[in-house]
Nanobody
């Protein structure tokens, strides 16, 4: 059974940082591309960033470029999303997704709230 478990969310003040983690089990982690998505209240889920199986990463959301970065540790079956200079508009539920060979798995999400 494949599971993706996100952690690291919480309440942070504007300008602060958080590091989200997503740990996988039940799959060959190194073969998978890993996506981070987020969904704010009343908005559609958006793709934030991807780190590919070859280690290359792309940040897609213009609003987070220069502030968010990804890394992965295949030995720990974990992908990280480092979020710096957080803004109130970053408030959302953040989800990770693993994709490979036409298969896709989602985590349950972790809440990030940026507020003073």
């Amino acid at each position: 059974q494949v599971q993706l478990v996100e952690s690291g969310g919480g309440l942070v003040q504007p300008g602060g940082s958080l590091r989200l983690s997503c740990t996988a089990s039940g799959l060959t982690f190194s073969n998978y591309d890993l996506n981070w998505y987020r969904q704010a209240p009343g908005k559609e889920r958006e793709l934030v960033a991807t780190i590919f199986s070859n280690g290359r990463s792309d940040v897609y959301a213009d609003s987070v470029k220069g502030r968010f970065s990804l890394s992965r540790d295949n030995a720990k079956d974990t992908v990280y999303l480092q979020m710096n200079s957080l803004k109130s508009e970053d408030t959302a539920v953040y989800y990770c997704r693993a994709v490979a060979s036409g298969r896709s798995f989602w985590g349950q999400g972790t809440q990030v709230t940026v507020s003073s």
